[in-house]
């Protein structure tokens, strides 16, 4: 096993891969929870949505340890899943079953331009200070997400569309010193200090009666039929459908490369290139998992961000994602007592982890214009979208918009012109209303 996650070579151990998956998991375990809970707004039974989503997180997280060997966690995206029940679903009034051929077309296409080298290709013409752009990006996103999370940020009103959180709930105020907790566990260098902080403050909110104790510790997992193979392939084959097809492939194709570029900066694993080695495998993985996803009965799957949490605490190595797949699986068994870790517990971790990936802005070029615009437009289309997908094709679009006009084309490569026209059809394509 060491020898077959190089565990020398990268001065891995047993106990930081488990200890980073054992973070992984519980930083993303509320997607067992919150999937099946959007989806249930397109009709999707919540039951067998749960079992679906967990099945598609063992495949995917398998497959990225074993054959990509990355310490990357795999399940469905948050924001594709809430664009396929909300808009693909209640607004343009398609059924679910439609949507998921959709996903699985979106799969195969994805398959298939991973096995010709097209992504591969596509990734490694992204100049460097746009990939550096998209590790800034998600960790500003997850420290956002952390801060909704805890309480300490809070939906606003149309013209001030967030506000401060009520800071004097216990739940924010736990929130908060689960935060000062961990980042003082950083500061002191303790091993495993996300997962402490994390156990512990779960701990806090138990014994205060803010959390309620699982109902059972063991559960059989709910059946899969109501979902499994009932997706409507020739409907989602239709003309009126390709704007749903292009805008699932281009969110995930975005989505995917942004993430895996972002947490490879984080976890040193890029060349001096700013390619990240062998990028193709973990890509056919994301490739592979969205098509099984379509078939289990969920949505677009790929590399989670908050595997940047496990790769914090020291993951390095695939196995790190068997840990985190080994705890899904168990999740299927034992979900009432794995899904209790409260939001106030995993927020504080986002928040930091966030600190930890805007270290990436030190490599940008302020005096460069053509390079800093495009990478403050990804940033922010990031954050005020709240979609990672729209702030890297814009980030794209605008790079090459921006060289354009300073009359710099040559620094235009068939890699960034194909992205940039790509990105455009979603804009084109993309169901507003």
């Known amino acids: ?255 995917t490369m942004g993430t895996l570029i972002g947490l490879s900066a984080r976890a040193g694993l890029l060349d001096e290139n700013g390619n990240l080695p062998e990028i193709d495998k973990p890509m056919l993985v994301d490739a592979l998992s969205t098509t099984v996803a379509a078939l289990f009965g969920t949505t677009t799957a790929g590399v989670f961000i908050e595997s940047a949490s496990g790769i914090e605490q020291g993951g390095k190595t695939g196995f790190t994602a068997l840990v985190v797949a080994a705890l899904f699986l168990a999740a299927l068994f034992f979900a009432p007592i794995l899904t209790i870790v409260p939001p106030q517990a995993y927020g504080p971790v986002l928040v930091l982890v966030g600190m930890f990936m805007i270290e990436s802005a030190g490599h940008f070029d302020f005096g460069d214009y053509t390079e800093l615009l495009p990478a403050f437009l990804t940033i922010v289309m990031m954050l005020f979208t709240f979609n990672i997908g729209v702030g890297i094709t814009m980030g794209f679009i605008s790079w090459v918009v921006i060289k354009l006009l300073a009359g710099r084309f040559r620094e235009i490569n068939a890699g960034m012109a194909t992205l940039a026209l790509l990105s455009a059809t979603f804009y084109i394509f993309y169901p507003y209303h």
Request: hydrophobic share 55%; charged share 10%; net charge positive.
């Open 1 to 255: 096993m060491r020898n077959f996650f190089e565990f020398d070579r990268l001065g891995a151990s047993y106990r930081q891969e488990f200890l980073a998956g054992l973070t992984t998991f519980f930083t993303l375990s509320y997607i067992i929870v919150v999937n099946p809970a959007i989806l249930e707004a397109a009709g999707m039974p919540r039951d067998a949505s749960m079992t679906a989503t967990i099945l598609t997180a063992v495949f995917g997280t398998v497959l990225m340890g074993v054959y990509a060997k990355r310490p990357f966690a795999v399940a469905p995206y948050m924001g594709e899943n809430a664009f396929i029940a909300y808009t693909v679903v209640k607004t343009l009034g398609y059924s679910w079953q439609t949507a998921l051929g959709a996903i699985l077309v979106s799969g195969v296409l994805f398959t298939f331009i991973t096995l010709t080298g097209t992504r591969k290709w596509l990734a490694e013409a992204i100049p460097m200070t746009l990939k550096h752009s998209f590790a800034v990006g998600i960790g500003l996103f997850l420290a956002f997400l952390g801060l909704s999370d805890m309480g300490v940020v809070a939906l606003g009103v149309p013209g001030a569309p967030v506000k401060l959180g009520d800071l004097t709930a216990t739940p924010a105020l736990c929130g908060l010193g689960g935060l000062a907790l961990t980042g003082g566990l950083l500061v002191r260098k303790v091993k495993g200090a996300l997962f402490i902080g994390i156990a512990l403050t779960t701990i806090a909110m138990f014994a205060l009666g803010l959390i309620p104790p699982p109902a059972r510790i063991f559960s059989l997992p709910p059946s899969l039929e109501p979902l499994f193979l009932k997706l409507d392939v020739a409907g989602a084959l239709t003309w009126g459908f390709v704007g749903v097809i292009l805008s699932v492939l281009v969110l995930d194709f975005a989505d």
